[in-house]
């Protein structure tokens, strides 16, 4: 039986805090590229292979 974490690593909560930081620099500046700008930061931090993959598969 394979044992789950925990511990929850989903791409989404990246996304979350590149908006968020994208968000604040918007505000500072005034300039909405900076949205995106941590909207793609986010997606790319977030963007991993999993771990766990095995790529030698029993017969």
């Known amino acids: 039986m394979k044992n789950k974490s ?3 690593n ?4 990246w996304i979350g805090v590149g908006t968020a ?3 604040a620099l918007f505000a500072a500046t ?3 590229v900076w949205i995106a ?3 793609a930061v986010g997606a ?3 963007w991993r292979k999993p771990k ?3 790529n030698n598969k029993e017969i």
Do not use: S
């Open 44 to 46: 790319a931090l977030g």
């Open 52 to 54: 766990d993959q095995n």
């Open 10 to 13: 989903n791409g989404g909560n």
């Open 6 to 8: 925990k511990k929850f």
């Open 21 to 23: 930081i994208g968000v």
């Open 37 to 39: 700008v941590g909207v």
């Open 30 to 32: 005034n300039e909405p």
